[in-house]
């Protein structure tokens, strides 16, 4: 058994990094279709959800930049976020199925990669 040296309760934030934080703020606002909870300014900002979880897109003050991945957005029908993606001019893929869900693959306009998400049985079930 692992030695526990932290209590961790989860997870307070996901974050990508921008080149250009004013574009991706723009990109994510548009697809959340919600303001910033927290501005960062020319730095970037934060969404936070209903649920609670957060999401931000910051500028490094130094300047680096590495593209990220990994987050899965959770959408109630598939077919229709990637209909209003694709007409909106967003970078997604085609949907696939997996046995408990269906996902889709897009780019953000810093080429960061998301999945929009569905679970089967909706997103409070399995």
């Excluded at 959800?49 to 987050?71: A, L």
Aim: aromatic letters at 12%; hydrophobic letters at 30%; charged letters at 25%.
């Amino acid at each position: 058994m692992p030695t526990q040296t932290a209590t961790i309760r989860g997870i307070d934030i996901t974050a990508y990094l921008a080149q250009d934080a004013n574009r991706a703020v723009k990109f994510y606002t548009d697809l959340f279709g919600r303001d910033v909870t927290q501005s960062y300014g020319e730095n970037g900002g934060e969404w936070t959800f209903p649920d609670g979880t957060t999401f931000g897109v910051w500028k490094m003050n130094d300047g680096s930049f590495h593209p990220s991945g990994g987050v899965m957005f959770a959408v109630d029908d598939l077919k229709e976020a990637y209909k209003e993606l694709k007409s909106r001019g967003v970078q997604i893929e085609e949907p696939f199925e997996n046995p408990p869900c269906f996902m889709a693959e897009c780019k953000d306009t810093e080429g960061n990669s998301f999945l929009l998400h569905q679970r089967k049985g909706g997103r409070d079930q399995g």
